[in-house]
Each structure stands twice: as structure tokens, then as C-alpha cells.
């Protein structure tokens, strides 16, 4: 795989281009559970389209 294609490598230099600031938040759910990132995700979806809506 070429390494601009290599997603591993991707994900790393987006991550030292854009750390997490040492003042972020933490997140109340474990991002590496597909189960719980999902169900934040279509939540937080549902409120923007809700929000839009409301315009």
C-alpha cells in the first residue's frame, strides 16, 4: 500500500497536525466501542437536524 494511501498513517499525521488539546473534555463513552460511538453519533445527528428544523 502506497503510504499516502496506508490508513494508519493517515490518522497519525491528522493527529499531529491536530492533537487533542490537554483541556478537551473526556468523552463519556469509549470510542472504540462501535456500539456506544454509534449511538452518540446518530443522537448528535438527530439534534442538528432537529435544530435546522426549528429555522
Known amino acids: ?10 490518522i497519525q499525521r491528522i493527529l499531529e ?6 483541556d478537551a473534555p473526556h468523552r463519556d463513552y469509549d470510542v472504540h466501542d462501535r456500539k ?7 443522537r ?3 439534534r442538528r437536524r ?3 428544523d426549528a429555522r
Do not use: D, F, G, W
Not at 1 to 10: D, F, G, K, L, T
Not at 17 to 22: L, M, Q
Open 1 to 10: 500500500m502506497a503510504p499516502s494511501r496506508n490508513p494508519q498513517r493517515i
Open 17 to 22: 497536525k491536530y492533537p487533542t488539546p490537554p
Open 36 to 42: 456506544q460511538a454509534k449511538a452518540v453519533i446518530l
Open 44 to 46: 448528535k445527528l438527530k
Open 50 to 52: 432537529n435544530e435546522a
